[in-house]
Each structure stands twice: as structure tokens, then as C-alpha cells.
């Protein structure tokens, strides 16, 4: 059967006489900049930047990374990531949508586990470690400067537990690297302590990497096909290379988002998501959108402020919670909807109680069939109450599908970070939170930083 591509239905986003939203003329005024937010980033894939958009196309890479893959998946039952916000949340949503949540000490049922371990909570990092049987786990070191404090406290927990429990030499075949290919802390002890490792390009930033070894070898781990990942990915990038804005999947969304936001006051983006197995997916973009346009300057170092608040909700239970607020508090958000048509299961749902008219209509029905019309039914209740929305169409969740997904939200984040004239791909503000926070753990460099936060906390005088 054929693959189907993801669509952008943006109807509930048009205004009319109750929906806030904007119109075919707004569209128009800003087309001639998206063609030149366009030309601009081809200029800049062509000069060698924005190198996520070469990720599909790295034929020995994919190869290496399924061959290495299938090799895991023939010596272990468990992979754990050991890896956070970008380095993690990529692997987490292919599992997530190949697997449906799981949590270490459930039944695999013949199925390989993945565990995304992104915390240093210490009873969680307790659970995990001691849920798993070591001699069937390998642990994956997902780090590009091998300078993340939580992934480098980890790994150095992980080193030693495996070393004692398993030999100093039977140990090294359970760990993997996935870091830069030359300079960092990890790539340093790979080379001296013999670790298997996987490279990520230099310029792949963390929250753009899920279709480099980052998010492809727990994908072939898993024994989701790395190349039809690809395959999906190529197709949305065929799709976004041209410059009429109405066949751009990609670039309509930024449009939308943008005008929306900066024309309409929507500065918060409601990704409510049908699908509960993509719902790491959904995670993961809002990480990838938050901290690309999140920005205090512009590119001619102009104090903007820029970004669109992302927020997450969950079809349908979130209807019976966060649907108050958007429909009858601030005037603040637009909603974008994840829809699935097919599903792997269903069911008919019985007609026990035919008399009575509180049960009776639901007889018969599938359930698939509720679910898509409680999205349709949410949707309505948003236009009708002033809130624009609008929705992403994907017929499944294959690793076809999840390619094309991941391409979409990454190119409609680039063409967004043109029309904010910010630079997506860096993350300055998070940066200086690690500064305090290496200086607040002793790092050499930073006692300048901890000093400052030693003083802050011992200042603190307003608590009850």
C-alpha cells in the first residue's frame, strides 16, 4: 500500500463573523517574505549550514546505524539512553509511537525495551537501573559536547555499577557513544577506552538531531526501519522545497503560526494531540520550538523578546480540563490538533442497553470513530467560542509517517525563526543556566558563577 502524506487543514484558522483568525490578504502580505526566508535558508543549506536538512540523505550513515542496530537488538533486550532534552526526547517519541509507553520492569512481550533516562532524580535513576537485568542492557551515551551534567552523572554511575557487576573487561561492549566526531569529553574516552561510538554532525544542534544516530540507532534498535524514516523525511523535504507558499506544508504552518501570533495576539500554541502514542512526539516539539524562537535579539542584535508559548493538551482528556480556559479564558492561544486516521485496533463498541438513550447511540460504533469526533466536536467548540485552530492529518504512525512528521516541525521551526529574523539553531539562554549550575557543582572556570548563586541563595529572605 502506498505512503501517505501529512497534511496541514488550516480552515478554522480563517477568520469569519465569530473566529478570531486571519485572512487570505494577510497571507498575501507576507509571501513575498516567505520566499525570501526561503531563498535564505537554501542559501544557507547550500553554504553548509543548516545541516538537518542533509540528516535523510546520509546513505552510509543509515547503513551503518540499522547494521549496528540489528547487531544490539541481536545481543540485548533493553537499550537505555542516557541523554536529555534533544539527546533524548527524539528517541523517546520513536519509541513511544512504535511501542506505546513503556516503563522499566513491564512485560516486553517479545518486544526490546528503550528507556529514555533523562533525569537525575535519584529514586527514578534507582528504579530503572535496578529493574533491568545488566548482562541483557546496553547503555547509550547520547551527549555532543560530553559536557551534560546530568548525562555525564549518569554515565559515570553507570560506569562503575557495570564495571563491578559485569568485569573490567565484559562491561565495555554495554556501553555506546553518540557524540561529535572529534573534540568533547566522550569522544575523548571512546578513543581511550575502546567504547563503541556513533557520530553526530557538527552542525546538528540536540533539539534538530532526531534523524541523525541520536534518534535512529534506538530506532533500529527497536526495529523501526532507520530508512523509511528517511524515506518520509525526504518526501516532506520535496514538498517544502518549493517556494509557492500554498504547496508548502512547512512553511504555511510557520505562516500561520506567526501571523496568528504577531497580527492576532495568539502568542500560545495549544498542540492538542488524539494520539496518545505520539504524545513523546509532541514533547519533543515543544522543546524544538521553544528554544529555537525563544529569543531576547534578533540576528542585528535588537532586543525582540520573540517566540510562541508551546503548550501541551491530550484528546480527549484534556477536554474535561484545559477546554475552559481556552474557550472562555484569555484570548491568547491558537490550537494546533494531531490526528490519526488508522489504527493498528479497534473496537465495535457493544449496544447492551438499546433502551436506554444515554448509552444507545454509542452502540455499534467503533472507537476510533468517537475519538475522531471528539476532536471535530473540540474544534467546533473553539471556533465557535473565537479560537483559531487547525490541524495536522496523518493516516498512521509508521516509521514513515514519523519521518515526515519530524522534517515538518523542523522546517516550519526554521522558516519561523526567518520571519522572527532570530537564529533558531542556538540556545543562549539555556546556556547561562549551565553556567550556574557548573558553578554551583565546583567546576573549574565557573567559581565566578558560583559565587554569584551562593549569594543569591543566602540573600533570600521572602519565604513563608
Not at 553518540?178 to 554532525?201: N, P, V, Y
Not at 520535496?238 to 500561520?256: E, F, Y
Not at 471556533?383 to 509508521?398: A, C, I, K, M, T
Request: hydrophobic share 40%; net charge negative; charged share 20%.
Amino acid at each position: 500500500m502506498p505512503h501517505r502524506d501529512i497534511h496541514l487543514d488550516f480552515n478554522e484558522s480563517i477568520a469569519n463573523s465569530t473566529l478570531q483568525g486571519i485572512n487570505e490578504s494577510e497571507i498575501a502580505g507576507i509571501t513575498d517574505n516567505f520566499v525570501q526566508v526561503h531563498r535564505g535558508i537554501t542559501a544557507m543549506h547550500g553554504m553548509g549550514q543548516v545541516q538537518f536538512m542533509n540528516l535523510p540523505y546520509l546513505d552510509d550513515t543509515l547503513q551503518r546505524v540499522a547494521q549496528e542496530g540489528e547487531a544490539l537488538r541481536q545481543q540485548f533486550d533493553y537499550m537505555v539512553v542516557l541523554g536529555i532534552g534533544g539527546s533524548g526526547l527524539g528517541a523517546k517519541a520513536i519509541q513511544q509511537a512504535a511501542q506505546g509507553p513503556l516503563m522499566p520492569g513491564m512485560p516486553l512481550d517479545g518486544k526490546k525495551g528503550l528507556y529514555i533516562l533523562d533525569t537525575v532524580d535519584p529514586d527514578h535513576v534507582n528504579h530503572v537501573l535496578h529493574a533491568l537485568d545488566l548482562n541483557r542492557t546496553v547503555f547509550n551515551v547520547v551527549s555532543k559536547s560530553g559536557n551534560t551534567v546530568e548525562t555525564m552523572a549518569q554515565f559515570l554511575i553507570v560506569h562503575d555499577l557495570l564495571k563491578t557487576k559485569l568485569g573490567s573487561e565484559a562491561f565495555r561492549k554495554h556501553i555506546v557513544m553518540t557524540t561529535d566526531a572529534q573534540k568533547g569529553a566522550l569522544r575523548r574516552i571512546c578513543q581511550e577506552e575502546g567504547f563503541k561510538s556513533f557520530e553526530i554532525l557538527p552542525g546538528v544542534g540536540g533539539r534538530f538531531s532526531v534523524l541523525s544516530p541520536v534518534g535512529l540507532l534506538p530506532a533500529a534498535f527497536l526495529g523501526v526501519s532507520v530508512y523509511e524514516m528517511a524515506e518520509g523525511a525526504i518526501r516532506m523535504d520535496k514538498r517544502c522545497k518549493v517556494q509557492d507558499l500554498w504547496t508548502n506544508p512547512a512553511g504555511m504552518l510557520a505562516v500561520v503560526t506567526y501571523l496568528l501570533a504577531e497580527k492576532h495576539g495568539r502568542k500560545q500554541l495549544v498542540t492538542f494531540n488524539y494520539d496518545e502514542n505520539l504524545q513523546a512526539a509532541a514533547e519533543w516539539f515543544r522543546q524544538l520550538w521553544a528554544e529555537s524562537l525563544g529569543k531576547r535579539t534578533d540576528l542585528t542584535g535588537k532586543e525582540v523578546r520573540s517566540g510562541i508559548t508551546p503548550v501541551m493538551a491530550v484528546g480527549p482528556r484534556d477536554q474535561h480540563s484545559q477546554m475552559q480556559l481556552y474557550v472562555e479564558g484569555p484570548q491568547d492561544k491558537m490550537v494546533m490538533f494531531w490526528v490519526q486516521e488508522k489504527f493498528n485496533a479497534d473496537f465495535k463498541i457493544p449496544n447492551l442497553y438499546p433502551d436506554l438513550d444515554s448509552l444507545a447511540y454509542l452502540g455499534n460504533k467503533e472507537l476510533s470513530e468517537v475519538l475522531l469526533a471528539e476532536q471535530l466536536a473540540t474544534e467546533r467548540a473553539l471556533s465557535e467560542s473565537g479560537v483559531p485552530s487547525f490541524r495536522l492529518e496523518l493516516y498512521e504512525r509508521d516509521a514513515y509517517a514519523l519521518g515526515q512528521l519530524f522534517y515538518l516541525l523542523e522546517m516550519a521551526t526554521a522558516y519561523a525563526g526567518g520571519f522572527y529574523n532570530v537564529n533558531p539553531y542556538d540556545q543562549p539562554g539555556v546556556e547561562l543556566g549551565k553556567k550556574y549550575l557548573y558553578g554551583k557543582l565546583g567546576r573549574d572556570s565557573y567559581q565566578e558563577f558560583g559565587a554569584t548563586l551562593a549569594r543569591t541563595i543566602k540573600d533570600k529572605r521572602y519565604v513563608v
